[in-house]
C-alpha cells in the first residue's frame, strides 16, 4: 500500500525537521482534489485530477492509490468514464492516509517554526 523506501527518500530529501510539514501540504492537496471528486466529478477535468492525485500519491509514496489513479487516468483519456471506480479512489486514499498518520503525525506549529501565542 505504501512504499515507505519512497517515505524515507523524501524525508532525506527535505529534511526530518520539514517533513511532517511537507508532508500535511501533500495531504491537504489531495483531500481537496478527493473533495472535488467526491462532489461531482467534471469529466473534462477528471484526467488531470486524476493525474494531480497521482503524483501527489506517487510523492508520498502512496503505491495503490497511485496505480489506481494512473487506470483511472487512461480510462479517462480514452473517454471510458463509467469504467472508474471513484469509491476505489477513495477508499485506497483513506487507508493509505491512515497507515501514513500512523507513523508520520501531522505537524504542529512549534515544529513548522510558527510560534503560538499564550
Known amino acids: 500500500m505504501i512504499c515507505w523506501d519512497r517515505v524515507d527518500e523524501l524525508r532525506e530529501e527535505i529534511g526530518d525537521s520539514d517533513f511532517a510539514e511537507v508532508a500535511d501540504m ?54 471510458n468514464f463509467a469504467a472508474i471506480s471513484l469509491p476505489d479512489i477513495f477508499s485506497a486514499y483513506e487507508e493509505s492516509k491512515r497507515a501514513f498518520r500512523q507513523k508520520v503525525p501531522p505537524s504542529t506549529p512549534a515544529q513548522s517554526g510558527s510560534l503560538e501565542l499564550l
Open 26 to 79: 501533500f495531504l491537504e492537496e489531495v483531500d481537496e482534489v478527493i473533495e472535488r471528486l467526491r462532489g461531482s466529478p467534471a469529466p473534462d477535468t477528471l484526467e488531470e485530477e486524476l493525474h494531480s492525485l497521482k503524483g501527489s500519491a506517487l510523492n508520498l509514496g502512496f503505491e495503490t492509490l497511485s496505480r489506481l489513479c494512473q487506470d483511472g487516468e487512461s480510462l479517462a483519456a480514452a473517454g
